[in-house]
């Protein structure tokens, strides 16, 4: 494995948003579902990342009226298992086969079990039409809503082009 964030940094740093999600059975590749996720992900030219990534009940205001911090448990569990958001630098590397890859340490997030790990995704990157995209698929599984083990694919648009770090 090569380190590669100098030669990609541009291509890669700036902000993301999804515009499609899909859940794939690991075994035959079929699209098993399609969740509709809201996501942003910010990655500065140095390499810092946050992610923050909600599903459509996570959006909405609480039903109750509440502040968060003042809501029911239920209430605030209702958002918290449909948001999810991790933050640290990562790192880019290519592997034997060329394909790109990222290593981000998580320093804070909403999943405990997530802080002082790895997070790995497999990029790929493309233009159609003039506009910026990145796929990203998490090199562990994912455990669905409903249970089931599915590899993730997530497809993310560039908003914003990261401003070059000064040297």
Not at 29 to 54: E, N
Not at 61 to 82: H, K, N, T, Y
Request: aromatic residues 8%.
């Amino acid at each position: 494995m090569t380190e590669v964030w100098q030669e990609y940094r541009d291509r890669i740093a700036g902000g993301w948003r999804i515009i499609a999600v899909e859940h794939r059975d690991p075994s035959t590749d079929t699209v098993v579902a399609k969740p509709q996720l809201t996501g942003r992900v910010y990655i500065s030219p140095h390499g810092w990342l946050s992610a923050l990534i909600a599903s459509p009940v996570a959006t909405l205001p609480l039903p109750s009226g509440q502040q968060f911090r003042s809501a029911s448990d239920a209430e605030v569990a209702r958002i918290a298992r449909g948001f999810q958001a991790y933050c640290g630098y990562m790192k880019l590397f290519k592997d034997e086969q060329g394909r790109l890859y990222w290593q981000t340490s998580s320093e804070m997030g909403s999943d405990l079990n997530m802080l002082g790990g790895i997070q790995e995704r497999t990029v790929l990157l493309s233009t159609e039409n003039g506009k910026e995209y990145m796929t990203l698929l998490p090199k562990t599984l994912t455990v669905a809503a409903d249970g089931s083990t599915v590899q993730s694919v997530i497809k993310w648009e560039r908003f914003e082009q990261a401003a070059r770090p000064s040297l």
